[in-house]
């Protein structure tokens, strides 16, 4: 069974500082990861995916993700953030066998101090 | 030239009830699914379609019963509403039902059962 875990519910920083929220995954064979984000009363949005390739994928408003195998992680991260990176960070995973179901993170709430 | 839409985005009913919330996409994908967010934020699968064929159907009620008329289009029914129902719904669709393709979500539907 494939599953994601986001290890930290809550991640605070401060405005213009490096944010990094953190994804280690489960699942057989090579994943397909992906990034969500969800500001309050809205559906989700896509940032990035990783399928195949350079391990650093760039996604939507500055954000990228470090595939790491060996780690079995994603870790999504911004150099500089900004209080309107303010919002809830699902990362999910999908499997390559078949399975296309898309499993999520229990999510991880941003706070982005001005 | 909203992409994934929903209707309603608030149901309130009282218990025993029986609602629909519709679905629409206008981005031409074969494949669209059904999510629940329960008060935690947890992400889950519910269904998916994919050409009109039903290819995932979760540990779900069965009073719970998807309907897709057509590609474009995938409803949700709802029979004899229970407490615990309440949630919130998102649809999401994307291009097939291959790994690598990402998925686009609505806006939700807040469903409050009294």
């Known amino acids: 069974a494939q599953s994601v875990a986001q290890p930290e519910d809550q991640v605070n920083v401060a405005e213009g500082n490096p944010l990094t929220v953190k994804c280690t995954y489960s699942?057989?064979?090579?994943?397909?990861l992906f990034w969500y984000v969800q500001y309050p009363n809205r559906g989700l949005q896509f940032l990035l995916k990783?399928?195949?390739?350079?391990?650093l994928v760039k996604g939507s408003y500055g954000f990228e993700a470090e595939f790491n195998k060996s780690q079995t992680s994603f870790h999504l991260k911004k150099p500089s953030a900004l209080v309107s990176d303010s919002a809830l960070y699902f990362c999910?995973?999908?499997?390559?066998?078949?399975?296309?179901?898309?499993?999520f993170g229990a999510g991880t709430t941003v706070t982005v101090r001005a | 030239d909203t992409a994934v839409s929903q209707t309603p985005k608030y149901l309130v009913t009282q218990m025993g009830n029986d609602k629909s919330i519709k679905c629409e996409q206008n981005l031409g994908h074969d494949t669209m699914y059904w999510y629940k967010q329960d008060s935690k934020k947890f992400l889950k699968i519910m269904f998916s379609y994919n050409n009109k064929e039903l290819i995932i159907n979760e540990t779900v009620p069965n009073r719970f019963s998807p309907k897709s008329p057509d590609k474009a289009h995938l409803n949700l029914h709802i029979n004899s509403l229970e407490l615990g129902d309440s949630a919130v719904y998102f649809c999401a669709s994307s291009q097939s039902w291959g790994g690598t393709d990402t998925q686009y979500f609505g806006p939700g539907t807040r469903l409050t059962v009294l």
């Open positions: 999910a995973v999908r499997g390559r066998g078949g399975d296309y179901k898309l499993s």
């Open positions: 699942v057989s064979g090579n994943p397909y």
């Open positions: 990783y399928i195949t390739g350079d391990n």
